[in-house]
């Protein structure tokens, strides 16, 4: 969140299996620009959303559950999407549908699913490798040209444990970030983190350039 640190998602997932803990993966800060292998790591669950690099927008939230494990957990919270026959409209008791569906409460909102469809359909098409390869050259060019321009990068080099945000810190990092965003280079703050420039496959060099070559005029003049 802070760094764009990827752990190591695989070492953890088998260490929770050899002491009987269920590891439930946060996976919002890396799908759609880290390749995601859950079943090969061994994770039991995942959970995360479309607003970030899958490109789908707010409101649509997602679960993968491992088959594996699935159909021994009870939900907590449940509604009448979670039945085995929702349009039953049975009474009593829900019958709990089998896998992920279980986990489903009720009626889900409709418009932020169909709107996120797009992004997800361009991020199949172009391909989760292809993706991965695009930020690392994006990301190693916009670290570069902000340490050559003087500014303190706290993301990792290594493309190992490297996501697609880079954070470039400064002790004026809120009030540059806001004059960024005045001047339409899109970023964020965040507190310990400094401003977060995250490029996608789609950005260019120049777009990188221009960002940190604006940030060092308005931080240095």
């Not at 019958?95 to 992004?119: D, E, M, V």
Request: glycine residues 10%; charged residues 25%.
């Amino acid at each position: 969140f802070r760094s764009a640190f990827v752990q190591d998602a695989e070492a953890i997932a088998k260490r929770c299996r050899e002491v009987g803990a269920i590891m439930l993966l946060d996976v919002y800060q890396s799908t759609g620009v880290v390749p995601l292998e859950l079943e090969a790591w061994g994770v039991h669950a995942a959970v995360g959303g479309s607003v970030k690099w899958l490109c789908g927008g707010p409101g649509a939230g997602y679960l993968w559950v491992h088959p594996e494990i699935a159909d021994t957990l009870e939900p907590t919270f449940t509604g009448w999407q979670a039945d085995e026959e929702p349009f039953a409209f049975r009474p009593g008791p829900i019958r709990h549908a089998k896998g992920a569906w279980r986990f489903l409460t009720g009626t889900p909102n409709i418009p932020a699913l169909y709107s996120c469809r797009a992004g997800y359909r361009i991020m199949a098409g172009v391909g989760a490798q292809r993706i991965r390869e695009r930020s690392l050259a994006l990301t190693d060019h916009l670290m570069n040209a902000a340490e050559g321009a003087g500014f303190e990068v706290r993301t990792p080099r290594d493309p190992k444990h490297r996501g697609g945000t880079v954070s470039v810190w400064h002790p004026e990092a809120e009030r540059l970030s806001r004059e960024l965003i005045a001047r339409e280079i899109v970023c964020d703050y965040r507190p310990s983190a400094g401003i977060r420039l995250s490029p996608h496959f789609y950005n260019t060099e120049a777009e990188c350039d221009h960002a940190i070559a604006t940030l060092k005029k308005l931080a240095f003049g």
